[in-house]
């Protein structure tokens, strides 16, 4: 065996190590450890520290190792979750949902979870193969579950895995449980301490039914069924970028009753490394580039792709001259805000106890179309587990519409507790049909919401600061901004200034000061006279710091869409200069 003590790596790593190779740990396991020797920084990075739990679970890279996403830490973790359930509902029976997406390894995970859970008492919903992460938070709440997990790493490149811990109302853990969680994660040291056998009996496989269940569910979303019914025939392009979506989305929409949904063939078959794209990210470009060119060659209307656990979606629209146009979240939630207000009063819902949510880095345009017709508009942190805190904290007294987030998640109705692209995917298809019978496309509907609330454009800066100094940078730039906050922002005057740390929304014209009922968060916005937003956000894991820049003009003619939005572009660069960016 090899010297394990004589390689140049950390302390800790060989502390690790040594761990693994004198533990209850497989033998394929203990080989492949004595395998990386011959790359000792590989071998540092595996076992130098123990993989985080963090307030959204785990998320890494696949391998042997503490650092790395396998079996062991699985299986620690699920052991430290049951740990912490059972002290905050003792005497109860415990139950759990599971679920997971198409990445590689994700079932073998999946039932690791599922044995572990089983072992300490819980019974078990595992579904029998893949499902999307909206159909996993239903299932927690259809079931009565007290915890449920998903195994995603939502659209991280293949290499990735990750695991979701959801709580009893089907939102990712939120406070003080998230924290708590991961102390009790912490506390578990050795493999031994895991209960991994024993329960089986306790695991019930779970699959059709609930599918139907739940499709049922987003089934009574729909706002105009006849218009479905009147337009059946949209021409729909759809990839579930080798994922989940692929499951539910199809089947959602041919129920919904649309006969003309084109999927792409190349991208429909369930694999995790993910062969067709550089990354299964609907965000980028090179993840939508198969289903646009789809959608050129066969005249479609509308074009929508899921990631791999099928919770966020990206949208491609045909413009008036034949060219697709890649959405930006913004613009995709500003037009189901848009369909959802508007319906919701032309058809007599609104009782004055609706509400939307979402997060502080979003547009403002929805919180805009929603004022409008008198509903409701709360602001949350960045990340979908607070929109679903604000659900929980308004049950019974309120009634959510829907809401989402910047990047591409978005909700509608509060059956489901995260977000959702099966129902994303079905209003969006809607839309398109709503638009048709009206003579119009989905870039059309975008064009009317401009013309009415204003041209708003979005853009976001990452700026990376390298090491213990870029840390230190980075604290000191927040520091200054505090204390330091700019009076102008590319000439036009500051008028408020947001501070979640502080808690603060203080008017820079009277001074009047309003206390933010948010949890603490680094983060600063400041708005100018004219209606544009700078965002400040340093990351809390890495020396990285983003701007969020959130500008708006005026359209008065469906033809000047590419100078006002070439002109905004300008604008957002010149923000950038006048904050030295």
């Known amino acids: 065996m090899t010297d394990i003590e004589n390689l140049n790596i950390d302390a800790s790593a ?20 004595i395998d990386m020797t011959k790359d000792p920084n590989e071998l540092n990075e595996s076992f130098y520290r123990n993989l985080e739990f963090g307030t959204g679970g785990l998320r890494g890279i696949m391998g ?86 998903m195994l995603t790493a939502s659209h991280n490149p293949k290499e990735y895995n990750g695991y979701k811990a959801y709580w009893s109302d089907g939102c990712q853990l939120t406070a003080p449980h998230d924290t708590s969680v991961i102390d009790e994660v912490t506390k578990i040291q ?30 009574q979303n729909s706002l105009h069924p006849e218009l479905i ?25 041919q129920q919904l009753g649309f006969t003309n949904v084109n999927i792409v063939k190349e991208q429909a078959t369930p694999d995790g490394n993910f062969p067709t794209t550089p990354s299964p990210n609907p965000e980028e470009k090179a993840a939508m580039k198969m289903a646009v060119e789809l959608a050129h060659n066969i005249n479609a209307d509308i074009v929508f792709a899921s990631d791999p656990d099928a919770d966020r979606v990206g949208v491609a629209v045909k413009r008036p001259d034949g060219e697709w146009m890649l959405l930006n979240g913004n613009q995709t939630m500003s037009v189901l805000i848009y369909y959802l207000m508007k319906e919701w009063k032309e058809t007599g819902r609104l009782t004055g106890k609706e509400y939307i949510v979402k997060t502080i880095v979003t547009s403002e345009l929805p919180a805009d179309i929603a004022k409008k017709v008198g509903v409701k508009v709360y602001d949350v942190l960045t990340g979908f587990k607070f929109i679903g805190g604000k659900i929980r904290e308004l049950e019974g007294k309120e009634i959510f519409i829907g809401g989402g987030e910047e990047s591409y ?38 064009v009317d919401i401009y013309m009415e609330y204003g041209f708003y454009k979005e853009g976001l800066l990452s700026v990376v600061r390298k090491g213990k100094s870029g840390a230190e940078e980075i604290q000191q730039m927040m520091k200054n901004y505090r204390e330091n906050p700019p009076q102008t922002i590319d000439g036009e005057r500051v008028v408020c200034i947001k501070d979640y740390k502080l808690h603060e929304s203080r008017n820079m014209i009277t001074g009047d000061v309003e206390k933010i009922d948010l949890p603490t968060s680094n983060v600063l916005q400041f708005f100018t006279e004219k209606g544009n937003k700078v965002t400040v956000r340093p990351s809390g894991t890495e020396p990285k710091i983003k701007f969020y820049f959130g500008v ?25 200069q006048s904050l030295n960016l």
């Not at 005026?554 to 923000?575: G, M, R, V």
């Open 14 to 33: 060989k502390k690790n190590i040594a761990t693994w190779l004198n533990g209850s740990y497989d033998e394929a396991t203990k080989q492949a450890i």
């Open 64 to 149: 042997v190792g503490t650092n790395r996403m396998n079996k062991y830490t699985v299986a620690m973790a699920t052991q430290g979750l049951a740990n912490y359930v059972a002290k905050c509902f003792p005497g109860e029976q415990l139950k759990a949902a599971i679920s997971h997406d198409s990445r590689n390894n994700s079932r073998t995970f999946a039932e690791i979870t599922a044995n572990v859970l089983a072992a300490n008492g819980f019974h078990v919903y595992l579904f029998d193969s893949m499902r999307p992460t909206p159909e996993l938070s239903f299932a927690v709440r259809h079931f009565g579950c007290q915890t449920g997990v």
């Open 190 to 219: 050795r493999f031994e301490d895991v209960k991994m056998s024993g329960g089986e009996a306790n695991i019930e496989i779970i699959g059709e039914a609930v599918d139907q269940i739940y499709l049922n569910r987003i089934e």
């Open 229 to 253: 019914k009147k337009h059946h025939d949209v021409n729909i392009v759809y990839t579930p970028l080798h994922g989940t979506g692929i499951t539910l989305i199809p089947r959602m929409l």
């Open 409 to 446: 998640g978005y909700m509608i109705g509060d059956f489901v507790r995260d977000k959702d692209a099966v129902a994303a995917c079905s209003m969006i298809a809607e839309i398109a049909a709503w638009a048709a019978d009206q003579g119009k496309t989905f870039y059309d509907v975008l």
């Open 552 to 576: 708006k003009g005026q359209l008065t003619s469906p033809c000047q869409f590419d100078e006002i939005n070439t002109l905004l572009d300008s604008k957002i660069e010149s923000i950038k």
